[in-house]
Structures are given as structure tokens and as C-alpha cells.
């Protein structure tokens, strides 16, 4: 074993530890690694970060995620548990050319939700490279707080295409001007990353305590090397990170072109808004698809129109539209939604 790992002490399993330079451990009882690597006594760390001072919503999202959601939202106009089946009538060779927006077998389940809801229901386009992983053991969808970018593409080795991965160790996994982005936003959230040594595999280390909610495969010999994993404060097994279901928009059939005013909220740390609908659309789905896939709020509640790729699921359960470009969500939400605004228009 890598003199940068050492064994866990009787009595609290047989999982290896990160070492310390000084040889310490990365636990809550001894010296844990800070932001920057280096050794930060227990009495020194300071109070948990302001994502974890409200209790009861760090424990919401816990059991949000790791259980599922089975619980009903605020908004109550269409519970989630009313069962609605999965509209029939569509062929493999239908769902299939889908096949680059969502995966396919979910199209028949937004269609159900769309009459369900009786809403218009816009979803960007995922990553196509994130659908294999999609509901695998040892893998997970992106939640709010996690703001790094999925790869483009693998490099040799390492399959990298679809998972949230460092552009400072794979920048080739980034392609175009995705690699620029993805720098931005890899270096304005480090603070959220638990530092560890040099070539540690965080899948086979405990991180209890250590206070974040996600770290780096630093094992060159790993497949994911360079790919994040949620670790949250270690009590989870880590699961790596691919793109979630990111909702447009969800506009009632009854009234589409006014947008109620959304939900104002804090989530994870970061400023959230959501419309009425939601919440208990999240869970709707979340249930019917097996795990979490959903995370946050419909992207018109917080930006104007963007130069997207965007599928339409329409209130008919039947109806599906490919929007392509800005120019076409435009066009959309002038006609079909019939005049529409995003929540900062222009």
C-alpha cells in the first residue's frame, strides 16, 4: 500500500485513511487537510461552512437524495403519488431519436408527467455522454451546489465523457470553448473540494468528518482519474458526478403565458428559485424514473433565454417539440406560450 495511506484502528473498519505529511489522519479526532492541503487542528477549523448551519435542510437534502423522494411538496394541486400510466402509442424508433436530449426510455415518463401536471414541460439538452451512468451504483446526478462542468469526451485511458471532471488535470476531456468555462467555474468553487494527498482513490478511503461535500480521484491508475465524487462530509459512499435533468421551464396548459412568481430560497448554500409546480413535479419524477434526477428549479425563474438545445413535452402526453437554439425557445414562448417572459428578459 502507498506510504500515503495507512489503516483505519480497531474497531473502526478496515477502510485506509488518508496520511497527513506529518503522518496524521484526515479524520475529526486528529488534524484534517483544509482547502489548501495542509494540516488544520480541529480547535482552529472554525464553524462549518453556512451551507450546513440550517439542520433540518442539510437533513431534507440528505434524505431528498440518498432515499428518494417520497414525501409530498408544498404546492398540492397535483399530488405525485396519483398514478398516471406511461402514454402508449410510442415506438422504439420514436423514443430513439430523442436518444440525444434525454434517455429514451424517460421520454415516455416526461410525456406521462406533462399530462399529469397538465404543463408544458422544457428540459435542456443533457449531455449525451451522461446518460449510460444515469441510475448505476456508484454514480449520481449533479445537485445545485455542484456548479464544475461534465467532460466532452475521454482521454487514452480514463473515461472521463459525461462525468464532472477537473480541467486542471484532464483539460483535453473539455472541448471548444467548454474548456475556458469550465476553468471559470472549477476555480470559483474550491472551497467545496476536501484536499487530498497526492494519488488517493477517495473511493476507498473514510472521510468521515471531513467537513465537505466532495473530492478528487487523484489515482492516476483509476479510470475516472481527475473526476469529482460527492463525498458529503464523508458519510456516503462516493459516487461520482454526470449531468442531471436541468428543467426550461414548466408552463401550465391552462395560462402559459403568465409566469407565477417562483420560489425565493436558499438551497446547498446557493440562491434558488422554483415555480409552484416544482417541487412536487420533482418528486413525481424522481419516483417514477427510480433515483434522483432532478435538482433545482426551472432555469426561466433565474436567466433570460440562452442559446440551447431544449426538448417540449406537451400537456397532451403525446406532443413532443425539439428546440434548437435560442432563436427557437424565443419563437416558442412568443407563440406557443403565448408571449411568455423569462424571469430577465432581453
Same mark, same amino acid.
Given at each position: ?180 468555462? $469550465?476553468?471559470? @467555474? ?5 472551497? =467545496?473540494?476536501? &484536499?487530498? %494527498?497526492?494519488? +488517493? ?125 435560442? $432563436?427557437?425557445? @424565443? ?5 406557443? =406560450?403565448?408571449? &411568455?417572459? %423569462?424571469?430577465? +428578459?432581453?
Amino acid at each position: 500500500m502507498s506510504s500515503n495511506f495507512i489503516s483505519s484502528p480497531q474497531g473502526m473498519g478496515s477502510l485506509p485513511r488518508p496520511a497527513m505529511e506529518d503522518g496524521t489522519l484526515a479524520r475529526w479526532q486528529s488534524p484534517r487537510p483544509d482547502v489548501t492541503g495542509s494540516p488544520t487542528l480541529l480547535a482552529d477549523a472554525g464553524p462549518p461552512p453556512s451551507r450546513e448551519n440550517d439542520p433540518w435542510d442539510t437533513l431534507a437534502n440528505h434524505l431528498r437524495v440518498v432515499l428518494g423522494s417520497i414525501l409530498a411538496g408544498p404546492w398540492m394541486e397535483n399530488p405525485f403519488w396519483t398514478e398516471t400510466p406511461s402514454p402508449k402509442g410510442f415506438s422504439i424508433d420514436e423514443i430513439n431519436q430523442y436518444g440525444d436530449y434525454i434517455r429514451p426510455n424517460h421520454v415516455p415518463l416526461f410525456a406521462a408527467a406533462a399530462k399529469q401536471f397538465r404543463v408544458y414541460v422544457l428540459i435542456r439538452k443533457t449531455n449525451p455522454a451522461s446518460l449510460e451512468y444515469m441510475g448505476r451504483p456508484g454514480y449520481t446526478g449533479k445537485r445545485l451546489d455542484c456548479k464544475w462542468k461534465t467532460a466532452n469526451r475521454d482521454v487514452g485511458f480514463y473515461r472521463l465523457a459525461g462525468l464532472v471532471a477537473s480541467p486542471e488535470l484532464q483539460p483535453q476531456a473539455f472541448v471548444g470553448t467548454k474548456l475556458e468555462s $469550465a476553468r471559470r @467555474e472549477w476555480l470559483q468553487h474550491q472551497e =467545496l473540494i476536501l &484536499r487530498l %494527498p497526492e494519488g +488517493a482513490d477517495p473511493t476507498g478511503l473514510d472521510l468521515r468528518g471531513s467537513r465537505k461535500p466532495y473530492a478528487l480521484q487523484l489515482n492516476p491508475r483509476h479510470k475516472h482519474y481527475g473526476c469529482v465524487v460527492w463525498i458529503e462530509d464523508g458519510i456516503l459512499q462516493p459516487r461520482y458526478i454526470h449531468a442531471d435533468y436541468d428543467l426550461y421551464a414548466l408552463a401550465p396548459a391552462a395560462n402559459p403565458s403568465q409566469r407565477a412568481a417562483p420560489r425565493q430560497e436558499q438551497m446547498l448554500g446557493v440562491a434558488h428559485s422554483a415555480g409552484q409546480q416544482w417541487f412536487s413535479f420533482m418528486n413525481w419524477m424522481d419516483r417514477q424514473l427510480g433515483f434522483p434526477m432532478i435538482f433545482h428549479g426551472e432555469q426561466e425563474h433565474f436567466l433570460s433565454h440562452t442559446d440551447d438545445d431544449v426538448i417540449v413535452f406537451f400537456p397532451d402526453g403525446r406532443t413532443i417539440q425539439l428546440l434548437k437554439g435560442k $432563436a427557437d425557445i @424565443e419563437k416558442f414562448y412568443a407563440v406557443t =406560450l403565448g408571449g &411568455r417572459q %423569462p424571469a430577465k +428578459a432581453g
